[in-house]
């Protein structure tokens, strides 16, 4: 593990680096990871990647390199943006690129560790997402770590041709499961 900041059973996040926008720039392109990102917009590269994670400010944007403990392989990034520390709270983000790494729990992982970090650490009241009506395995993710559907924006995305719902989610740092 190198620069391992939050370290779990199957997993570490460590800070996104400059040096992970090869991998970032391929997830972002590819159409299935895409299509449940608010990142949905036309074609990314790596200098863009590049230059968003050269800007990044840990103070009101941390992003995190998801890793794996076994192999140390970069399977996707997690965040926590937005954070306002009058007011208690951030919005959480999350992209595991790798599909071949999909379904074996490593989002909910990294997800459960980062609301632990934000409330324990960081002294957040409250974590705030969107997430995709079509994207179940996500929802289900969520559900998991006990975030709550708090809102819809009804026909907010066009997605596969389709209009989809936007649902907002909410975690109290009580309503963290265990």
């Known amino acids: 593990m190198q620069n391992a900041f939050l370290v779990g059973t199957k997993l570490y996040l460590r800070p996104l680096v400059e040096a992970d926008a090869p991998a970032c720039w391929a997830w972002v392109n590819d159409p299935d990871v895409r ?5 949905r917009e036309g ?3 790596e200098e863009l990647t590049r230059a968003w994670i050269r800007g990044l400010d840990f103070r009101r944007n941390m992003e ?3 890793l794996t403990r076994d ?3 970069h399977v996707g990034n997690c965040g926590l943006n937005g954070l306002n ?4 709270h951030a919005a959480l983000g999350i992209v595991i690129g790798r599909k071949d790494h999909w379904g ?8 459960t560790l980062l609301c632990r970090y934000a409330f324990e650490q960081l002294n957040l009241h409250k974590i705030c997402l969107s997430c995709y009506a079509i994207n ?13 559907v708090e809102g819809r924006r009804r026909e ?10 936007e649902l907002l989610l909410g975690l109290l740092r009580e309503e963290l499961a265990a």
Do not use: S
């Open 71 to 73: 192999g140390d392989r």
């Open 104 to 111: 074996h729990g490593l989002g909910t992982e990294a997800v």
């Open 156 to 165: 907010q995305v066009f997605i596969d041709g389709r209009w989809v719902d």
């Open 43 to 45: 074609p990314n590269t």
């Open 85 to 88: 520390h009058v007011d208690r």
């Open 35 to 39: 299509r449940t990102l608010a990142l």
């Open 136 to 148: 179940e395995r996500g929802l289900r993710l969520y559900a998991r770590v006990g975030f709550k």
């Open 64 to 66: 995190f390199a998801i």
